[in-house]
């Protein structure tokens, strides 16, 4: 059983697939998925599909491509939203340094106040880091996110920097770009991680893994994830999938 930490099976590109991807996931052994909503049409759109497929869960909270947009209708609208069933984590808040739809100063207010409020409710944040690694890192040490916990989200950094994120008790979850050529760093922190924080996901429809890669990505393209690395750290695919769905299971505060 593999589970896929962060996915938009709520996004435009499977629009009136749903059904199919999530028979496809379970085909290739991906039992549960957290869709990740990052603005009001995607989160509405996740807790509709938690409500429709018993293998999914939400993850709700306000992008940083959206921070401009974060106002306090915006807030209470999300308090209210991250009580309800199947919620599981706060996200996918953060930095954004690459787009900059909006100033740093600002993306950092709302990613600091959306941390205070994943607090108060005592969920998991899932951790959105864009050409923004420093940054990151020093707001999460500074707001003491250890209580709480969290998912560094499709990490595409280094071992080291992937041990400073572990210190301050976050998880590492990789995608499909740990199965790219090229993306030696990445490779070396899969393999580096210590397997009890270790996280799989797709991001899907985005970063498909090899094979897939360039195409649209899908959930059950986790298999895929949990595939290479267990070739990289030299153990059976069977023992990934197991330890990164428990890890899943225990920070989301799930049980089977």
Do not use: C
């Amino acid at each position: 059983m593999i589970f896929d930490s962060h996915t938009h099976l709520n996004a435009e590109q499977f629009k009136g697939e749903e059904a199919a991807v999530v028979k496809r996931a379970q085909e290739l052994g991906v039992t549960k998925m957290a869709v990740v909503g990052f603005d009001a049409a995607t989160i509405a759109k996740t807790l509709e599909l938690n409500q429709q497929f018993p293998g999914v869960y939400s993850i709700i909270g306000w992008h940083p491509t959206e921070a401009g947009s974060y106002i306090k209708a915006v807030e209470k609208q999300l308090e209210q939203q991250l009580t309800l069933p199947k919620v599981v984590a706060y996200g996918e808040i953060g930095l954004d340094y690459h787009w900059m739809e909006d100033p740093q100063d600002v993306q950092e207010r709302v990613f600091r106040r959306q941390i205070a409020i994943a607090k108060e409710h005592g969920l998991p944040i899932s951790i959105h880091m864009r050409e923004a690694t420093e940054d990151t890192y020093r707001i999460l040490k500074e707001e003491d996110v250890r209580d709480i916990g969290g998912i560094m989200h499709s990490y595409s950094g280094d071992l080291e920097w992937a041990k400073r994120f572990l210190d301050l008790g976050m998880h590492i979850s990789f995608s499909g770009v740990v199965t790219f050529k090229k993306a030696l760093d990445v490779q070396e922190a899969a393999t580096g991680v210590p397997l009890e924080r270790l996280l799989v996901e797709t991001d899907a429809p985005y970063l498909a893994p090899v094979p897939y890669r360039g195409k649209r990505n899908e959930p059950g393209y986790t298999f895929y994830v949990v595939e290479k690395i267990a070739q990289l750290r030299e153990m059976p695919p069977e023992a990934v999938a197991k330890q990164t769905y428990e890890n899943a299971q225990r920070l989301f505060r799930l049980a089977d």
